[in-house]
């Protein structure tokens, strides 16, 4: 006697479940340009190393004479993978089946995701199509709706714990809606398709409640997320957004008790590019194009930009230096002069945590002029999530380098330096309570009305108070740790960081924070 027979049905499951929703439906989903979950997994993990958790979990249908006649499987895919090499927990909803709204042992699948990223300690990837949960429910024809028990753990739980110990990846490559869309947001790195959607409900649920007649592209395509913050990136397509999700992970540490991973250094630390003598131009006011001296100083080809429509004053991205993975924060100049905005703070508030998460050193090149102001940044609460932000720098417990570029002024100016910042400033720095040209409006209004050539004497003070916001002075007061020629900003940081690197596994282990106002 042998158990052939069963395992035999075994494979034979296996193998219907491999049809996910069957030929039409598969067919339907490479019609539109997208790939079934399986392809997606196969497109990111290296080759062969994918092995499926739960690939038994469905619904058997039977002949009458009890022999197995057809498998439907969970709409959930879930395993461990190998991404560049290293582990990773990968799953998603199967579009194929029900749009990807959960069927029972989908539901099952999909929470336990976040369980064995925290079991296993290790990266966890979501690639999401699909809604959430249906009115008609997942209990099949005649089920009664009856809730989960008071006992049970909420699956929200494990998906709070997992932020706060590996990094989470997610994508959206097609219709995202309900619980998927609230898993997608809760990441470290988000990115969408040109042809996905994120939304809370769609357009038919929509239009009942709120009587509004829209799209889901207008409701939640790319144009609208990549703007409101809800995604980091856009990505032109799948393969793209896989792409992205890869590079991200290969910045990050498997979880917050590993320091991020180094690789051997593939530029000078000592190189010093002429450019950076003349990118910030001698006239204050005009702008200059801070991304290009954030690649001049880290290594070369390294910067990965994140959220860059959302908050658009505020630069940031993951970079290496002398091979070490880093988060960068910069002002852009060409968005509100480089001002705080409420959202240029959210973003700020958020990459920060990020980092100090997971044990990234950052490095700040700082052109802050303050806060935005206007009627409309008031009513936007800057100055709340802005001192949040602050907030947020200031519980940082990761080594932090701040390169004064050009401008430091007002309250604004602090979310630049965490406690022990070790700073530098280029001689074309600016620092002070106010810019000039805002400060001698204010100051000197009397002087300036009563002047028979108000234009000369507001010209003869803002040069005058200029030159005591020279970087000069405050180097002479140890203000600053140095103050450098421009070029030699990389050697400097790649020292800094030599210097830093030792202590850095002193601050390993889950990241605490108080409350932020």
Known sequence: MSWEKEVEEIHLRRKLAKQQGGVEAVNRQHEKGRLTIRERIGELADEGTFREAGEGAGVPEFAEDGS?????????????????????????????????????????KSVYAEDMALKYKLPLVRLHEGGGGSVAGSGGKGARPTGDPVFARSRFLSIAQVVGTVPVATAALGPVAGMPAARLVASHFSVMTETSQVIIAGPHVVKRAMNEDVTKEELGGPQIHAKSGVIDNVAKDEKDALGQIARFLSYMPDNVWELPPSLEPQDDPERMEEKLLSIVPKERRKPFQM???????????????????????????????????????????????????????QKLRRFVDTCNTFNLPVISFVDEPGFMIGSASEKAGTIRY???????????????????????????????????????????????????????????????????DPEALRQEIEEKLAAAQSPFPRAEGFSVHELIDPRETRPRLCEWLDWVNPTRDLALGPYETTMRP
């Open 68 to 108: 197995l006649k057809d498998f439907q499987p969970a709409n959930y895919v879930l395993g461990l993978a190998k991404v560049g090499g290293r582990r990773v927990v990968i799953g998603g909803e199967d579009f194929t089946l029900k749009g990807g709204s959960p069927n029972p042992a989908g539901l099952r």
């Open 386 to 452: 802005g001192t949040s932000a602050i907030a947020a720098v200031m519980q940082s417990r990761v080594p932090w380098a701040s390169v004064i570029v050009h401008k430091v002024f007002g309250v604004a100016g602090a979310a630049h330096f965490a406690p022990d910042s070790y700073v530098l400033s280029w001689p074309s720095a600016q620092t002070g309570a106010l810019p000039v040209e805002g400060g001698v409006a204010v100051a000197f209004a009397r002087q300036l009305a009563e002047a028979e």
């Open 291 to 345: 991304r290009q001296i954030i690649k001049a100083v880290l290594d070369k080809d390294s910067f990965f930009e994140m959220t860059k429509k959302y908050g658009p004053s505020l630069i940031t991205g993951l970079a290496r230096l002398n091979g070490h993975s880093v988060g960068v924060i910069a002002n852009d100049c060409m968005f509100y002069a480089g001002a705080m905005t409420a959202d240029a703070a």
